[in-house]
């Protein structure tokens, strides 16, 4: 974690409202914010624009 | 005498309604064994005493008087603490619960174990809010494995887990979100099955994530796995997620031939994206043989990698679960454990635009899972890539908290179940998974109890039996 993301992660819990978080457990704060921004990474990014997100799941009885 | 400890459901219900065994001395003789053992195993946070051995009373005079309800009738078992019951506290092994938290009315479950005759005689650890564990700066410790108490139960079903294990009860529900049921199943020996999203209805019970949550049942065997899902699953309409579908007899295939089913093995889980240990690698393999002997079909199939389904579904999961917590997290920090702040936060983190691409991920998996299952009854792959780690070693926790195969199922809504493929050189229980399509869990408990019988690992006890 370098100081130019440690302030960042200070920066973004303050924005939610984790003002009282980010004094009293700033390191919690730095490594929710690493593992966020690596886990956004590992997402696919090669989505359509048409593609629909996935509402409450409902599987079809066909499927069977 | 009758060894109570380690009594499956269906010997209770046989014997029970044929009044060979009260259900009071049951519950009693569980309730001493809970009292002399759980010092070590700390699986209870919560013990229903008096209120137990009342239900247990209720249950006997019933079926004394020929009111048989089934076979969870006068049967103990137990919840996880995050399951509500009335009159019995819900904490979510959390201090930020610990005042107020006693339910004047029952989860949907309990209502239908209630009905059912069964006798409530606790509420289990968890990690915090089903999310935050092996924790040790909590109201309580984590609850620790029978196979051996230096190590993790697995999570965050873990004291029902322990519970099962222990002997101190023939039934436990936990949850599963990314693998809470079957996880703590994998590393303590037992069968824990997360069925299809919808099947089994979620009020009650304090949520994780609404779109990856499901309840479970956890047992010692596969057909007391299969009573449970009979007695709990079915439509609440007052669940938006709970499905309107036909609710079958789960145990109505148990004891068929599998011959000529098609069994798929999604090997790359747990040789390519993750490689498995190699004893829990040896073990899937070689129920793979013990299933092609019995007569099923079996080949490979593909999906997409695991990380992209591990991916998705944390991406989904985080910002659901702050929401939840979002209040509590700003106003209260300092109530909850180091684990769980530092899980539940990286939801405050995730941008709108990733949460809402990941559930057009999760779309598309869903289809492709669909696809792919299409020519298969079930498939098999790894549950947990490694047996249970040492407990208080932070570093290996951290490690094997990712290395499974269970996310893709809470993504997808297929059931999945966890069963005993057999034990570690050091003694820990070895697992696989059994996972199906849509509303189709009686294949896997089919294919579980074919395996099951022609294999004896749930039929092993853990040394603190004795």
Same mark, same amino acid.
């Given at each position: 974690m370098t100081v130019e993301n440690d302030s960042k992660a200070q920066d973004a819990a303050r924005s939610a409202g984790l003002e009282k978080m980010a004094a009293q457990f700033p390191d919690d704060v730095a490594r929710a914010f690493e593992f966020a921004k690596t886990l956004a990474e590992r997402l696919p990014r090669d989505i359509a624009p048409t593609d629909e997100p996935a509402h409450v799941y409902r599987a079809q009885e066909s499927d069977k | 005498m009758t060894d109570y400890a380690f009594l499956t459901i269906a010997e209770a219900a046989n014997l029970l309604k044929a009044r060979e065994i009260s259900p009071v001395e049951y519950t009693q003789a569980l309730l001493d064994r809970i009292a002399k053992h759980d010092g070590t195993m700390n699986s209870f946070l919560h013990i229903s005493g008096e209120h137990a051995l009342d239900a247990a009373k209720t249950a006997e005079a019933e079926i004394s008087a020929g009111d048989w309800r089934g076979p969870m009738h006068g049967v103990p078992y137990a919840l996880k603490d995050i399951i509500d019951a009335a009159g019995e506290p819900t904490t979510c092994h959390s201090k930020v @619960?610990?005042?107020?938290?006693?339910? %004047?009315?029952?989860?949907?479950?309990?209502?239908?174990?209630?009905?059912? +005759?069964?006798? *409530?005689? #606790?509420?289990?650890?968890?990690? /915090?809010?089903?999310?935050? +564990?092996p924790s040790f700066d909590l109201p309580w410790p984590p609850a620790r494995n029978p196979w051996n108490p230096a190590h993790f139960t697995g999570g965050s079903s873990s004291g029902s887990?322990? &519970?099962?294990? &222990?002997?101190?009860? =023939? &039934?436990? !529900? #936990?949850? %599963?979100?990314? +693998?809470?049921?079957?996880?703590?199943?994998? !590393?303590? #020996? *037992?069968? #824990? @099955?997360?069925?299809?999203?919808?099947?089994?209805?979620?009020?009650?019970?304090? =949520? !994780?994530?609404?779109? !990856? %949550?499901?309840?479970? =049942? @956890?047992?010692?065997?596969? /057909? %007391?796995? &299969?009573? *449970?899902?009979?007695?709990?699953?079915g439509h609440d309409a007052q669940d938006p997620g709970s499905a309107a579908v036909e609710k079958p007899d789960f145990t109505e295939r148990l004891g068929r031939d599998i011959k000529g089913m098609r069994i798929g093995v999604i090997r790359h889980f747990f040789e390519k994206d993750l490689e498995a240990d190699p004893e829990m690698a040896k073990s899937i393999n070689d129920a793979v043989e013990v299933l092609r002997g019995l007569g099923a079909e079996v080949s490979d199939i593909t999906l997409a990698p695991l990380d992209e389904y591990a991916a998705t579904n944390r991406v989904i999961l985080l910002p659901e679960a702050f929401a939840i917590h979002e209040k509590w997290f700003q106003e209260r920090p300092e109530d909850y454990g180091e684990l769980t702040r530092r899980r539940v936060m990286g939801g405050a983190f995730i941008r709108a635009a990733d949460y809402v691409n990941a559930t057009r991920v999760k779309a598309r998996l869903v289809q492709e899972y669909n696809d792919a299952m299409r020519d298969f009854d079930v498939a098999i792959t790894a549950s947990s890539m490694d047996p249970a780690c040492l407990i208080e070693d932070e570093e290996a926790n951290e490690r094997t908290y990712t290395r499974q195969a269970r996310t893709p199922f809470n993504l997808t809504g297929a059931p999945a179940m966890s069963v005993p493929t057999g034990f570690s050189s050091s003694g820990l229980p070895l697992s696989m998974q059994i996972v199906g399509k849509a509303f189709d869990e009686a294949k896997i408990y089919q294919v579980a109890h074919a395996y099951e019988r022609a294999t004896d690992w749930t039929q092993r006890r853990p040394p603190m039996a004795a």
């Open positions: - | @619960m610990v005042r107020n938290s006693v339910p %004047d009315t029952d989860a949907h479950v309990t209502a239908q174990f209630r009905a059912a +005759g069964a006798v *409530l005689v #606790g509420k289990t650890a968890t990690h /915090e809010f089903a999310i935050g +564990g887990g322990a &519970a099962l294990a &222990a002997g101190f009860v =023939p &039934a436990a !529900l #936990g949850t %599963d979100t990314g +693998g809470s049921v079957r996880n703590p199943a994998s !590393l303590c #020996g *037992l069968v #824990g @099955m997360k069925a299809t999203y919808g099947r089994v209805s979620r009020r009650g019970v304090f =949520p !994780l994530s609404f779109t !990856l %949550d499901h309840i479970g =049942p @956890m047992t010692r065997t596969v /057909e %007391d796995n &299969a009573i *449970l899902l009979n007695v709990i699953a």
